[in-house]
């Protein structure tokens, strides 16, 4: 293999076009990235014939592939599906500029004047499986934001990226923007991922977005800054003082309205203090739903089997459910404490103490009351879209949009002054 395509000279000559893009994006008016972000919206639309036709085409080999019915799901567009991803666009374009935005302000003693002031990351690596809508957001996140980025997508959904990519590249070139500020990494060359997780200096940070095998690899080989979440090991816990019929509803819907996405419900945690009738409505109403449920719970739900010894620390991706009763809020913080993933965790409760504490003790990205854990998602926190969902300590954390692709920069302004 020649020096000028091996991996790491592939993804060096992409991220220095993509540094080089920086340059044009970085000056750029809001109005011209939200061109080039709505433009990319018209054009999605207009080719949504030829966008569905690509997936169904991805489709059909990853099911000849055998790939989970999980991965299925997030791959597969509907012209719904097709909409929405514009739509993101669309609210995305119209989002205020994050670019330059003062975040605080002070002086000091000495006459010396500060500002924190929000600036693009720079390169951003983007890792994702099957979901080609990702492909859409991060562009025009990223742009928004004043980055650029490298999208590696899975090569179940190439032939639907390349369709994205192509109304991207439209919209940057009817904005007079330039077009390496997204860039798709080939897929189907595992080895190109190993050379971006080594980037060190040519790309700035990695977002993996995918199953837990993609983003432990990212999370155990990267060279490069990782914003990720591994695991969706999310809780809904229903207190005694919950309604029996919000309780219900919120669980199945968390569990149950799809449940391959990250936000899904793997774990119901029921107050040991409720009612018969409370527990028995909400374990009854998952069951007559299709869900399997797993935990010691036969004397409430006859349907129910015994739970496995690993049950509070798998993420199902599907139409299973752990369960467990507790002693109370405490219970259940506790339980959360030491199965959870800091991902998502909500509670059903009237009682305003009970979820106050719930909501200010249990350390996840996201935490809810008396809400579906299926809003864990950036469009519905009303950014428009997010890049992913982080629940790490650093930098950003929940879903990561516009505010969580910059860092701060502080401009400090004096008349003279030296230090003594």
């Known amino acids: 293999m020649s020096f000028e395509t091996t991996p790491e000279a592939i993804i060096g000559a992409m991220a220095r076009a993509a540094r080089a893009a920086i340059a044009g994006l970085a000056q750029a008016p809001t109005a011209q990235k939200a061109l080039a972000i709505s433009t990319a ?55 205020p500029d994050p670019v ?144 029996a019929a919000m309780a219900a509803a919120i669980v199945v819907n968390s569990k149950l309205r799809r449940t391959a996405v990250c936000g899904a419900m793997e774990t119901l945690l029921i107050d040991r203090a409720a009612s018969p009738a409370l527990a028995r409505a909400v374990l009854a109403a998952l069951a007559d739903a299709g869900c399997e449920l797993r935990g010691n719970v036969a004397a409430l739900e006859p349907r129910a089997v015994a739970a496995p010894a690993d049950a509070f620390d798998t993420e199902y991706l599907d139409a299973i459910a752990s369960v467990a009763l507790v002693d109370g809020v405490e219970g259940a913080i506790a339980h959360i404490a030491a199965h959870g993933s800091a991902h998502t965790d909500a509670i059903v409760a009237g009682d305003a103490a009970v979820a106050e504490r719930f909501l200010a003790l249990v350390d996840s990205a996201i935490v809810l009351w008396n809400a579906s854990t299926q809003y864990a998602d950036g469009g519905e926190f009303g950014f428009g879209a997010e890049i992913g969902i982080a629940t790490g300590r650093l930098h950003a954390r929940g879903p990561v949009a516009l505010e969580g692709l910059t860092i701060y920069k502080t401009r400090v302004t004096g008349t003279g002054q030296v230090r003594p």
């Not at 690509?54 to 059909?60: G, T």
């Open 41 to 95: 919206a018209v054009g999605i639309r207009a080719r949504s014939a030829e966008l569905l036709a690509a997936n169904a085409q991805d489709v059909i080999a990853a099911r000849a592939a055998g790939i989970s019915a999980a991965l299925i799901d997030r791959l597969a567009l509907d012209a719904g599906r097709v909409d929405g991803i514009a739509a993101g666009l669309d609210t995305v374009a119209g989002l």
């Open 100 to 243: 330059g935005q003062i975040m605080a302000r002070w002086d000091t003693g000495n006459g010396l004047h500060f500002e924190r002031v929000r600036v693009p990351l720079g390169v951003i690596g983007i890792i994702y499986e099957s979901r080609p809508g990702v492909t859409a957001d991060a562009a025009a996140l990223c742009l928004m934001a004043g980055n650029a980025c490298l999208l590696r997508g899975g090569s179940e959904a190439a032939r639907s990226n390349k369709v994205l990519l192509d109304c991207v590249g439209a919209g940057l070139r009817a904005a007079g923007l330039p077009e390496a500020a997204v860039q798709l990494v080939p897929a189907g060359d595992r080895a190109l991922v190993g050379a971006m997780l080594g980037a060190h200096g040519l790309i700035d940070i990695i977002i993996p977005r995918g199953g837990k095998g993609l983003v432990a690899r990212v999370q155990a080989e990267a060279r490069v800054p990782v914003l990720a979440h591994l695991d969706g090991i999310n809780h809904v816990y229903v207190d005694a003082s919950a309604d």
